[in-house]
């Protein structure tokens, strides 16, 4: 049997409909052709529910008769539990089986003959009830590590840990110092401040900014502040409980909200609760097993050998089964999340989900969602959420009332591979289209997406990285080119637009410590400034590029597009909109026009930036030429 004789395209609604997960309950139909030539005595439908792991199967119908191809159709029942479904079909000819799976392991789409077991499909079955809050579909995110953003007024230095070094001048570069264990022994500060995030919130409003998420801002030893100390109390360094819940009050004032970084995983060996170091009037797990704190922690052997964050001796794991902890972190009235409820505190970013159990997610998320509806629980999740597994457990973050976001490193990571060259267009096209459907759609549109992070490199310094070392004679231009195609693509693409602060200044850095510089105030690269306020500025004012309807395409293999649009009325996410249809092309080729042809709705486009730039659309097909490294939004006239 030759690989063009069957066909399933799990993208296309003719042979899986309705496209993408489905909610729980809800009947999904499946459709395969199979060329008439084969003897073909039966065709089966293998299906598992992730959660039972009971495999079933169950016999396709002949619906149609063509000169070349029969088709062979059935309808399946999803489970009233959330889940993971998983298919594959089998071709029962007078000869022998065949097996039909997905072509690429992580790839949905078109499948592929087997002669044995294949890769199979994925749907996603998910419960309606839980809804993403709609607001935060439309918001617009600017990251900041707060030591690094902006300095007001006097450092008070008593204030700092004794192992502090303090920059004295704001444009140092920053440092670790380190002793043979590789352990850092000195952390160095430049005092940015909750004051100073502040002073700038005029700046955020004009980038367009709905939501601001601070790195963690509790009391800690570290600069980073992951090895938390007192998760009751703003650390000394940034300000007082006060300036905190200014902060809150004059971002609202500025329509921004502001989400916090719930390290909950581990906490710091200098801490209120493990205190290795004597520093706290607690008595800390470290210190003895009549502590309070002491289950809360893994000791192999009492008090040195203990569960650790990535074997890093600083950061001591929780054990978060512990009845004790989670009530201290939840449920109590003096509890974490309900004191910072109080004061304010509505949003939260879970630092590294998948260390957290889902029940304890599911936790956070109730007491949330009690106190205000509106409040948001993103993850740090950098696989797929959908079919993510952390120690050995499937984890049900998308599947309903368990996180509303999570960052979306998938997609950064394929548009940093269409950059570099490892992939195509058409890879790009498989990938995302693979993230749509396993995905419900209000996940979709709400995962956080980004070019940088505290964690990876600056999106400047890796494009300057992936060209080669002969390539410098436009270099500069060639990467402020693709820093502005990529920033294009994040701002107009389905989820919340996220900034990780200094990257819209032309800041740059490699690994950590470099990709947390200082804010370069004073010395902005003005262009990137004002280009990202009015990519800030489109997505406000264009309610398609936030809700509206998304169409890939794969142009040709360096020519990556995609729609998007809105029809009256029927902004399906709660607003009301006009009539929008917005085309985004990226020619990733930085030495070679690409001429383009899209079958896109007849009319005139018009280039956003350059309102002198008008294409027409004739027989609904688009043609033009994309110059080298060439990135442009489209925005069709409507006709009164």
Request: charged share 30%.
């Amino acid at each position: 049997m030759r690989q063009k004789d069957l066909y399933h395209n799990s993208f296309d609604v003719q042979y899986r409909e309705p496209f993408g997960a489905a909610p729980r309950g809800s009947g999904v139909s499946l459709t395969i052709d199979v060329h008439q030539r084969h003897p073909v005595s039966e065709v089966i439908l293998h299906y598992i529910c992730d959660k039972k792991d009971v495999s079933r199967t169950q016999e396709m119908d002949l619906t149609k008769k063509a000169q070349l191809y029969h088709r062979y159709e059935t309808k399946i029942m999803m489970p009233e539990n959330p889940q993971l479904l998983w298919y594959f079909f089998e071709i029962v000819t007078d000869y022998q089986s065949f097996y039909y799976g997905r072509e690429e392991v992580f790839e949905s789409g078109r499948g592929h003959i087997y002669d044995h077991i294949p890769p199979s499909w994925q749907i996603t079955v998910y419960d309606p009830d839980y809804q993403t809050p709609k607001w935060w579909k439309h918001a617009t995110m600017y990251q900041i590590f707060p030591d690094r953003f902006n300095r007001a007024g006097e450092v008070d230095l008593t204030r700092a840990p004794k192992t502090s070094l303090m920059h004295t001048h704001w444009d140092n570069d920053p440092v670790y110092i380190f002793n043979e264990q590789k352990e850092v022994t000195h952390w160095d500060f430049f005092g940015g401040n909750l004051q100073g995030i502040i002073e700038k919130l005029d700046y955020l409003q004009s980038l367009g900014v709905t939501v601001l998420y601070l790195n963690p801002i509790f009391e800690a030893e570290s600069n980073h502040r992951y090895d938390t100390a007192d998760y009751h109390a703003i650390d000394p360094l940034l300000g007082k409980d006060k300036d905190f819940k200014e902060l809150i009050s004059k971002a609202a004032d500025h329509n921004i909200e502001v989400m916090l970084d719930g390290v909950f995983s581990h906490t710091g060996s200098n801490s209120k609760y493990f205190n290795r170091e004597g520093k706290y009037h607690t008595l800390g797990a470290y210190q003895s097993k009549k502590s309070r704190y002491y289950d809360w922690y893994t000791f192999y052997k009492f008090p040195d050998h203990y569960e650790t964050w990535w074997g890093v001796g600083t950061m001591p794991a929780v054990n978060k089964e512990n009845k004790d902890y989670q009530n201290f972190l939840i449920h109590d009235d003096d509890s974490v999340i309900q004191t910072w409820q109080r004061s304010g505190m509505k949003h939260w970013r879970l630092d590294v989900a998948d260390e957290l159990t889902d029940d304890l997610i599911k936790q956070i998320y109730q007491q949330l969602k009690k106190e205000d509806e509106s409040s948001v629980l993103l993850g740090e999740v950098w696989e797929d959420a959908t079919n993510k597994t952390a120690y050995g457990k499937r984890r049900d973050y998308f599947l309903g009332g368990v996180l509303d976001s999570v960052m979306n490193y998938p997609l950064r990571r394929v548009m940093l591979e269409f950059v570099k060259g490892d992939i195509d267009a058409g890879a790009v096209h498989r990938k995302l289209m693979t993230l749509c459907e396993h995905y419900p759609k209000h996940s979709f549109y709400s995962v956080m997406n980004m070019l940088s992070s505290h964690d990876v490199e600056r999106i400047q310094t890796m494009l300057d990285d992936f060209l080669p070392p002969h390539q410098d004679e436009n270099r500069e231009e060639i990467v402020q080119q693709q820093v502005k195609a990529l920033s294009l693509w994040l701002y107009t693409f389905p989820g919340v637009p996220s900034l990780y602060y200094g990257d819209e200044a032309g800041l740059t850095g490699g690994e950590d410590p470099d990709n947390r510089k200082p804010f370069p105030w004073g010395k902005e690269d003005q262009e990137l400034v004002s280009w990202y306020q009015t990519l800030g500025t489109w997505r406000k004012k264009h309610p398609a590029l936030r809700t509206g309807n998304w169409k890939s395409h794969a142009v040709n293999s360096d020519v990556y597009s995609f729609e998007r649009w809105i029809t009256k009325g029927k902004d399906e996410f709660g607003g009301v909109a006009d009539d929008e249809h917005f085309l985004y092309l990226y020619n990733r080729n930085y030495t070679e026009k690409k001429d383009v042809e899209l079958h896109v709705k007849e009319g005139e486009w018009q280039h956003k930036q350059d309102h002198t730039r008008i294409v027409n659309a004739k027989n609904e097909r688009l043609n033009l030429t994309l110059e080298p490294n060439e990135s442009m939004l489209l925005r069709r006239m409507e006709k009164d």
